[in-house]
């Protein structure tokens, strides 16, 4: 499989919407408004991803795009995006979620690896893996000591766990993923790690 990865740039804008518009949940429409915006909406308290909201969170998506606080890498296969990775420097998540459970006197050395949507017929074969490699690179270029991520750990639970497959739990990246890339447990909390590798 020939895969290009590129940096979200405003250029990229009209790719990474058609991704997310399409592909990105084509097998889990609950989650279809997601656009990965949750790590820097400070409205969506709840985590709805639900369709209603589906112009709401373009529209902002959109904004953070452009302003480039949207930050992370596109996966292209025959100049179709097929993945996405939300990567950047950990103190520029404006709704840090689950990062803001594991404290860091480092923080401002950290690069955060906060998500991972690959397309159905692309699962399997890799791709996550180079798009971790080339967001590690991202953070050595940008001057940034650490990379940093937050593997779910424990199975799904709450009122709709067993509608939630685990694929969609696990977008925060496979703990063996990151084992195999170099990163190892920084910390272990309830229902996640923290992994970590020096860049």
């Given amino acids: 499989m020939s895969v290009e990865i590129r940096e979200l740039a405003p250029e990229l804008l009209d790719d990474y919407l058609a991704f997310f518009d399409t592909e990105a949940f084509a097998d889990f429409p609950w989650w279809s408004a997601c656009y990965c915006r949750f790590w820097d909406d400070r409205v969506d308290i709840e985590g709805d991803s639900s369709a209603g909201h589906r112009e709401d969170y373009r529209a902002l998506v959109t904004e953070l795009v452009l302003k480039r606080q949207q930050q992370g890498l596109l996966a292209y296969s025959e100049s179709k995006v097929v993945g996405w990775c939300n990567a950047k420097a950990r103190l520029g998540y404006t709704m840090p979620r689950r990062i803001e459970k594991a404290p860091a006197d480092d923080a401002a050395r950290v690069g955060s690896v906060v998500c991972f949507i690959v397309a159905k017929d692309f699962r399997g074969k890799g791709l ?72």
């Fill in 128 to 199: 996550a893996s180079a798009m971790l490699s080339a967001a590690c690179e991202k953070f050595r270029r940008e001057g940034l000591a650490i990379a940093e991520a937050y593997p779910t750990t424990a199975p799904p639970s709450g009122p709709y766990a067993d509608q939630i497959p685990w694929s969609a739990h696990n977008h925060t990246g496979p703990l063996e993923m990151y084992r195999k890339a170099g990163f190892t447990v920084h910390q272990q909390l309830e229902r996640f790690a923290v992994v970590r590798k020096a860049l």
